[in-house]
């Protein structure tokens, strides 16, 4: 007995494929990686300003409370969220300038201390890690941004 012939779905069509792939080139990826810049900067000044000290003091924020307290942190990092999410707004200049020298020395603070905590054996490589990631990715759409692309 023979078997059925498979039926073709329309996955298997080439048409669609090349849709989706020109469907997924057409997605805005700096415009969604502003969008998780801005939401991660709006998102960290809530707890800084509201949760108790006990639960945003730790090895590898101790050294950044060092420099300035959780408020002065809290305003820093709302500037940011807000510059991040007018970015996704207007592109101009000003507007780019004012975002990227807010976000990128304020990731760069942080994350210093992160490493300073784990080169002193107290802090988390895993936070090291995450910081990096995260402001490495704003680091590359900032310049994407400020070329034009």
Known sequence: MLAPMPQ???ADDP????QAVKQWRRFEWDRFLIGLCAAF???VAVPMALAPMDQILSAGTAP???IANRY??????LVAGITSTALLRWRTPAVQCLTWFTVLPLGGLWWTAFVL???????SAIGV?????LYGLFSVVAVRVALGK
């Open 8 to 10: 073709r779905s329309q």
């Open 15 to 18: 048409a669609v494929l090349l």
């Open 41 to 43: 900067h709006l998102g």
């Open 64 to 66: 950044v409370f060092a």
């Open 72 to 77: 002065v942190w809290a305003a820093a990092f």
């Open 117 to 123: 905590a784990v080169l002193d054996g107290r802090g």
């Open 129 to 133: 890690v995450v910081w990096l990631t």
